[in-house]
C-alpha cells in the first residue's frame, strides 16, 4: 500500500482515535465497569457514550454559540 494511502487512512480514523482516548481517559469507560454479560457491558458503554455527548455539546456551547445541526449530524 503507497505511503500517501496509509497516511490518508489513519487521517480517517483520527477522530475515532481522539474518542477512545477520551472515553478510557476522563469518562472511565475500561476501568470504572467490567462484566462479562454482552448487555450490561453495551449498557456501559451506552452511558459513557451519553456522557461525551453531554461534554461534547457543553464544549459547543462554550466556544461556538451557532445551531447545533453540526453536532448531531457527527454523532
Not at 489513519?10 to 477512545?20: A, H, K, N, S, T
Not at 456501559?44 to 453540526?70: F, K, P, S, W
Request: charged share 25%; aromatic share 18%; glycine share 4%.
Amino acid at each position: 500500500m503507497p505511503e500517501e494511502e496509509v497516511i490518508r487512512i489513519y487521517g480517517l480514523r483520527w477522530d475515532i482515535e481522539v474518542y477512545f482516548k477520551v472515553c478510557k481517559s476522563f469518562l472511565r469507560l475500561a476501568k470504572e465497569f467490567q462484566s462479562r454479560s454482552y448487555d450490561a457491558m453495551f449498557a456501559h458503554i451506552t452511558i459513557v457514550t451519553i456522557r461525551y455527548i453531554m461534554l461534547a455539546v457543553e464544549n459547543r456551547e462554550q466556544v461556538d454559540n451557532r445551531a447545533y445541526g453540526g453536532i448531531f449530524y457527527q454523532f
